[in-house]
């Protein structure tokens, strides 16, 4: 006698495991399409990557640690040594809601917060070169060096503001929406314009 009900479930069981083996083919294909197209597979990874260091900064280090406020306090530091060297005396205020006050002797400062700190545009910079093809000896050393530019603009970018704020408050809004933004994001397009166009080059380890 033939058990109708096993019969059944081991159709099911046939047919599911084919609509598994379809899918995972044409997730297979798709992968290997766009694989080969170099610039979708570019632009993917780099979404991705972009993604996951958002999540985990946004999410794990800004709600879990003080990791953010202290990188913050060292860019106040350095800035503070800057004038110290340029002869200004400065003031800088302790955390109020995630942003921290740093100005020049007389003025009322710039508020410095998460987004001012300069690590989103490190991880753009950082995110593309190690998304784009290229020799992997050469990221070794561009990664680095350029987040340092980039750290240094950023520098640059608070102490021209913090000197706006001290003698004519009146531009600070426009400089600091305009000016220093273009600035800033015109040196990490430089940045990756000069790693497509010349230290991307010569033979690479990765796939």
Avoid at 179 to 189: C, E, I, K, R, S
């Amino acid at each position: 006698m033939v058990d109708v009900s096993s019969t059944k479930i081991n159709k099911k069981k046939i047919s599911y495991n084919s609509t598994l083996r379809q899918l995972a083919e044409g997730f297979l294909y798709m992968f290997e399409k766009i694989r080969n197209n170099k610039f979708q597979f570019f632009i993917i990874k780099a979404g991705v990557l972009y993604g996951l260091c958002y999540f985990l900064y946004e999410f794990i280090v800004k709600q879990n640690t003080r990791g953010d406020q202290l990188f913050i306090r060292e860019i106040i530091n350095l800035c503070k040594w800057i004038f110290d060297v340029m002869g200004y005396k400065t003031f800088a205020s302790k955390e109020v809601n995630d942003f921290q006050v740093f100005g020049i002797d007389g003025s009322s400062g710039v508020w410095i917060g998460g987004p001012c700190n300069g690590i989103t545009l490190m991880f753009l910079f950082a995110i593309f070169v190690i998304a784009y093809p290229g020799n992997i000896k050469n990221k070794l050393w561009y990664l680095p060096l350029g987040i340092l530019i980039v750290h240094a603009i950023n520098i640059a970018r608070i102490i021209g503001l913090a000197l706006i704020a001290y003698y004519d408050y009146t531009y600070l809004d426009f400089n600091h929406t305009y000016t220093f933004t273009f600035l800033a994001y015109g040196v990490v397009f430089g940045l990756w314009m000069l790693w497509v166009n010349k230290f991307s080059k010569g033979p690479t380890i990765e796939k």
